[in-house]
């Protein structure tokens, strides 16, 4: 275990268990994802890249794109008050909800 992680899990440990476990819940999850979108890339193939490539080129090509610089939206700084205003239960609804519904990957798609 690295030195970094030992400090999170002391920090952790001084929190209450309600705090804890929606921490570890996030946790949790997080790893559950890396794992999946590292066995996602392992098993596409050379020919879903290609497409990929394919589809992006194609995207470029027809100006069906937006610099990211130009994409309307609320800088980060402005949404840092909002940081807690959560309950934990609530974020633990959200994180499910987003797993069962939102979290679904099609390779043959591309």
Not at 54 to 73: C, F, T
Not at 86 to 92: F, H, Y
């Amino acid at each position: 275990m690295t030195e970094l992680l030992q400090q999170v899990i002391a920090e952790l440990q001084k929190l209450p268990a309600e705090q804890q476990d929606a921490i570890a819940s996030r946790l949790m999850a997080e790893l559950k994802d890396e794992q999946t979108w590292t066995q996602q890339f392992e098993s596409t193939t050379d020919k879903q890249w290609d497409r990929l490539a394919d589809i992006v080129r194609q995207e470029i090509l027809s100006a069906d794109i937006s610099p990211l610089a130009k994409v309307p939206g609320t800088p980060g700084q402005q949404l840092l008050r909002f940081a807690g205003s959560i309950s934990p239960e609530d974020l633990q609804l959200m994180q499910s909800a987003i797993e069962h519904n939102c979290e679904q990957v099609d390779v043959d798609e591309w």
